[in-house]
Nanobody, 123 residues
Framework: QVQLVESGGGLVQAGGSLRLSCAAS????????MGWFRQAPGKERLFVAY????????YYADSVKGRFTISRDNAKKTMYLQMNSLLPEDTAVYYC????????????????WGQGTQVTVSS
């Protein structure tokens, strides 16, 4: 069993930066692929970024490529999302995701979800 808790969301002006964290419980954190999804009001939950269990592979949605960076520290059981050059369209609730067989945008392969953290970018 893995529990995920996100933090770091907030209100920022366009062009600003935020760093999200996802703290995980459970002894097998390092075995899980992990990622971030986001959901804007009235819209579906969309893939943002993915990182493999070792951190050796990453994958990004085209909309955030070059602006967001995903990373993880297995010793601290924590995953991060550094978000730079934020745009109003990045406004959403951001969810942490994890799974033994989870890969990138494939929501069906996610085993665990966090509760979400709100990111609001003002213009």
């Amino acid at each position: 069993q893995v529990q995920l808790v996100e933090s770091g969301g907030g209100l920022v002006q366009a062009g600003g930066s935020l760093r999200l964290s996802c703290a995980a419980s459970g002894r097998t954190f390092s075995n899980y692929g992990m990622g971030w999804f986001r959901q804007a009001p009235g819209k579906e939950r969309l893939f943002v970024a993915y990182i493999s269990w070792s951190g050796g592979s990453t994958y990004y949605a085209d909309s955030v490529k070059g602006r967001f960076t995903i990373s993880r520290d297995n010793a601290k059981k924590t995953m991060y999302l550094q978000m730079n050059s934020l745009l109003p369209e990045d406004t959403a609730v951001y969810y942490c995701a994890a799974g033994l067989n989870y890969i990138a945008y494939r929501r069906s392969t996610v085993d665990y979800w966090g509760q979400g953290t709100q990111v609001t970018v003002s213009s």
